[in-house]
């Protein structure tokens, strides 16, 4: 079954400690993508990447790093969460095209909550 | 400044009757515009994709309509079900080197027996 995968779906971790949430995806996607989601507000792209060893700031990408080693996984990485960084973190992937009209699918969420 | 703007912000609507969510936008260049359903707790998936050249599409129950002259766009969901409750987010990719895409807040609608 075509696929994103995320993990863990939930966490609650405390201010500081160093945390990654991976996501994986199964339909060879160049483009990858996380977003986060907050109460009253559009998804905003943390970060994205175009292929592989390509990735680039979204519009909040203050407080995370990522990664694209292989095509199938863009892991998201918190060095030292904060407390505003509690939020619903989405993953999703594309084909890259000419035209922007490719379909992007999401993986189905991570919760997150730091204390 | 990029921005979509979706009213109403919720909506409550018996099961059965037809509803329309409205989407309005200020994306220049503009690509495309997409409605995504998003239920609660999961990801949002896509409904339907319309570029500048389209003026309506549709999707089982789901009838899209663009207006690209005065940037709106709307999303009838007609005879609604129990399982249209959710969110219903309008997403407008604009024309740059990424298509990137400016998502609106959404309406939470929600379908009563």
């Known amino acids: 079954e075509a696929q994103v995968t995320q993990n863990p779906r939930y966490l609650i971790t405390v201010t500081g400690k160093k945390l990654t949430v991976t996501c994986s995806q199964n339909?060879?996607?160049?483009?990858m993508s996380w977003y986060r989601q907050d109460p009253g507000l559009g998804l905003r792209q943390i970060y994205y990447?175009?292929?592989?060893?390509?990735?680039d700031k979204g519009d909040v990408p203050e407080g995370y790093k990522v990664s694209r080693k292989e095509k199938r996984n863009f892991p998201l990485i918190l060095e030292s969460p904060s407390p505003n960084q509690t939020s619903l973190y989405f993953c999703?992937?594309?084909?890259?095209?000419?035209?922007?009209?490719?379909?992007?699918?999401f993986g189905p969420g991570t919760r997150l909550t730091v204390t | 400044k990029n921005q979509v703007e979706q009213s109403p912000q919720s909506l409550i609507i018996l099961e059965g009757k037809n509803c329309t969510l409205q989407?309005?936008?200020?994306?220049?260049?503009?690509?495309?515009l997409r409605w995504y359903k998003q239920d609660t707790g999961r990801g949002p998936v896509s409904l339907t994709i319309?570029?500048?050249s389209e003026n309506t599409k549709s999707n089982g129950r789901y009838t899209a309509t663009l207006d690209a002259d005065t940037k709106q766009s709307s999303l009838h969901i007609t005879a609604s079900q129990l399982s249209d409750s959710a969110s219903y987010i309008c997403?407008?990719?604009?024309?740059?080197?990424?298509?990137?895409?400016?998502w609106g807040a959404g309406t939470k609608l929600i379908i009563k027996p």
């Open positions: 989407c309005n936008y200020t994306v220049s260049p503009f690509s495309n």
């Open positions: 339909m060879n996607h160049e483009y």
């Open positions: 999703a992937s594309r084909r890259n095209g000419p035209t922007g009209l490719r379909e992007q699918y």
């Open positions: 997403v407008v990719s604009a024309q740059d080197s990424n298509y990137q895409l400016i």
């Open positions: 319309m570029t500048f």
């Open positions: 990447s175009m292929n592989v060893e390509v990735t």
